[in-house]
C-alpha cells in the first residue's frame, strides 16, 4: 500500500474494522511513521471520548417483542428482484477499454479510486465500522466491552470518567509505543492531574492464572498502580492508580493473578513521561 492509502485506513482501524492483512500492515506502517501514528491514536482517543460522553439508555422491555413483529409481517423481498438487474440500477458500467483517456489532473488518486471502491466491493467490512461506531453512541457499548478492570457499575463509571478527564485536561499529554509480543499501545498522563492511562490495541488476553499489572517506575521505587485484563474488543484501557510524578515511567507486566508487589517478568510496555 502507499503512504496515502494507510491514511485512508487509520478510521477503520481505530473502530477495529480491518481485515487481518490489513492490520498487520497497518500495525508496520505504524512503526515507520511517526505522524501516521498519532492520527491513529487521537482517533482511537476521539472514538473512546464518543463512548464515554454516550448516555446509557435502557430500551423498553417491548422493543424485542415489537422488532420480531415487524419482521415477521413485513414482506420480504427476494435476494434478486426479477427484470432488475445490477446495470438498470446503477447504469452500465464501461470497460476499461470503452474508457476514454483523461488527464491525471480531472482523476482522482489511485489511493482515492481504492477509497472509493472499498464502498462497493467492501461491504461486509463498510457494516462493521457502522455497527462499531453505533455502539459507540448507544448504550456506551464500548466501555462495556473495552472496560478492563472488574467490578461494579459505580467503580466503572469512575474509571470511564477518569479517563475522560484526563483526555481533557490541558497539559495532556501521549506517547505511542509498541507491546512486546505485538500489538500498539499509548500512553496517555497529565503531571496536573498526576494521572495517567494505558490503551492498548491488540493486547493478547491470558490464562486464569495470569493479569496484566500497571507499574509507576522512578529509578528503584516501582509503585503498582493496578491490575487490569483485555476487554472483548480489540481495544483495551487502563487509568493507572495512585498518583504520577513528573519523570515517572509507565510500565505493564504479566503477573500470577491478583498482581504483585514488585514486578516478576520485563515489562512489555514502557513509557517515560515527561
Keep these: 500500500m502507499t503512504h496515502d492509502e494507510f491514511y485512508l ?127 459507540l453512541f448507544v448504550g456506551g457499548g464500548f466501555v462495556g466491552t473495552a472496560l478492563t478492570q472488574s467490578g461494579t457499575n459505580s467503580s466503572q463509571d469512575a474509571s470511564a470518567s477518569a479517563l475522560a478527564e484526563l ?34 490495541q491488540g493486547l493478547a488476553s491470558l490464562p486464569s492464572s495470569k493479569t496484566y499489572e500497571a507499574w509507576y517506575i522512578n529509578g528503584s521505587t516501582v509503585t503498582p498502580a493496578g491490575t487490569f485484563t483485555p476487554g472483548g474488543d480489540n481495544t483495551t484501557w487502563h487509568v493507572l492508580s495512585g498518583k504520577m510524578a513528573p519523570g515517572d515511567t509507565v510500565g505493564v507486566t504479566v503477573e500470577p493473578a491478583g498482581g504483585s508487589q514488585a514486578p516478576t517478568t520485563t515489562p512489555i510496555i514502557a513509557v517515560t513521561s515527561s
Design 9 to 135: 485506513l487509520s478510521g477503520a482501524y481505530a473502530l477495529d474494522a480491518l481485515s487481518p492483512e490489513e492490520k498487520a500492515a497497518f500495525e508496520a506502517a505504524l512503526a515507520e511513521s511517526p505522524e501516521l501514528a498519532r492520527e491513529a491514536d487521537e482517533l482511537a482517543a476521539t472514538a473512546t471520548l464518543l463512548a464515554l460522553s454516550a448516555v446509557p439508555v435502557q430500551p423498553s422491555s417491548s422493543l424485542k417483542a415489537t422488532l420480531m413483529a415487524q419482521l415477521a409481517t413485513t414482506p420480504q423481498d427476494s435476494s434478486t428482484r426479477h427484470g432488475v438487474t445490477p446495470e438498470a440500477v446503477f447504469g452500465a458500467v464501461p470497460t476499461a477499454s470503452e474508457h476514454p483517456e483523461t488527464d491525471s489532473s480531472n482523476s482522482g488518486s489511485r489511493a482515492e479510486l481504492k477509497a472509493r471502491s472499498r464502498w462497493f466491493t467492501r461491504p461486509a467490512g463498510i457494516l462493521v465500522a457502522a455497527a462499531a461506531a453505533v455502539a
Design 167 to 200: 483526555y481533557a485536561a490541558s497539559d495532556v499529554q501521549s506517547a505511542h509505543s509498541t507491546i512486546e509480543g505485538g500489538g500498539e499501545a499509548t500512553v496517555m498522563w497529565s503531571s496536573r492531574l498526576a494521572k495517567s492511562a494505558v490503551i492498548a
